[in-house]
């Protein structure tokens, strides 16, 4: 049965510190820091939306070498090079401010789980570049190709995973007392596993055209899993705004998703396909922002 708020709930929950507080309790992240994470957030969506840009716009190939463009630094900026070299040097940038951070996440000792976080996202950067210069180099093979776009995903949501954490309620913020947490986080790490799964096979459609009743199966499974979880997060009054908020951002990326999807599918236009893949990237990161706050916030009452 699902926990409700009561006087002795909440008084119990705010005389008890966060475990994770417990480990490191006088760790904080610089609220400089936290304005730069989510900065850097926004800047990596920018990244996926403008790689989209280049597979629907087929200027994959448009330069032929790397890491140069056509042996420069800055070719001309026309037809599809401006979509190919414009992606690269919006990821050099990213990749370079991720460094940045990170370097400065160890610096400032920030909380010991956003420290190594941030390591890794310099791992899963330079992963993506290393990619991302092989579908050029050996001419866009499938495997790597969905590698490249499934990674992509994975590192925005990374980013955004750190954005929250570098927040200064993010590890402080009281536990919540929940009958059923085990079968909140487990729902929860279905529909990011469901999620991850669909955009693992939406690259393969978007790449190789193939393979469409997969990715219709998988929506059919992420929208019962949101739903779910959404609605379990929505309907239970024990969970506070910092859940219902992206449980119901969640419910509507995945409303606009659907809508995408049918028009990608009729009508595939640059800015429709674009925008599909865009709203996966939101999606699949909504889901894992939940995930993290499930294991973060909730225990069993």
Not at 7 to 18: I, W
Not at 26 to 50: N, R
Not at 180 to 195: N, P
Request: proline letters at 5%; a positive charge; charged letters at 10%.
């Amino acid at each position: 049965m699902s926990s409700t708020l009561t006087p002795e709930k909440l008084s119990r929950g705010k005389s008890t510190p966060h475990p994770s507080m417990l480990q490191d309790p006088d760790a904080q992240t610089p609220y400089s820091l936290h304005v730069f994470a989510v900065a850097l957030a926004v800047a990596t969506f920018l990244l996926v939306i403008a790689g989209g840009l280049v597979t629907s716009t087929g200027s994959a190939l448009a330069v032929p070498d790397w890491p140069l463009s056509y042996g420069r630094f800055f070719p001309p900026m026309v037809g599809g090079v401006l979509f190919e070299h414009g992606h690269r040097m919006i990821a050099a940038t990213v990749g370079f401010l991720t460094v940045v951070l990170a370097a400065a996440l160890w610096i400032t000792r920030s909380p010991r789980i956003v420290r190594v976080l941030g390591l890794w996202a310099v791992g899963v950067v330079i992963a993506q570049g290393l990619l991302g210069g092989m579908t050029v180099l050996l001419k866009l093979p499938l495997a790597i190709s969905v590698a490249h776009a499934c990674l992509g995903q994975t590192y925005f949501s990374l980013m955004t995973a750190l954005a929250f954490l570098t927040g200064r309620e993010a590890l402080s913020a009281f536990p919540i007392d929940y009958d059923e947490t085990a079968k909140i986080q487990r729902l929860a790490l279905m529909t990011t596993g469901f999620v991850f799964l669909q955009l693992l096979a939406g690259s393969m459609v978007r790449h190789s055209g193939r393979l469409l009743h997969w990715h219709l199966l998988g929506a059919l499974l992420v929208t019962i899993h949101v739903i779910l979880l959404s609605r379990r997060i929505l309907k239970d009054p024990v969970f506070e705004s910092d859940f219902r908020t992206p449980a119901l951002a969640l419910l509507n990326f995945l409303g606009v998703q659907l809508v995408l999807g049918f028009y990608s599918w009729r009508m595939p236009l640059v800015a429709v396909t674009t925008t599909h893949l865009a709203m996966g990237a939101l999606i699949y990161a909504t889901s894992v922002l939940l995930c993290i706050k499930s294991f973060l916030r909730l225990k069993r009452a």
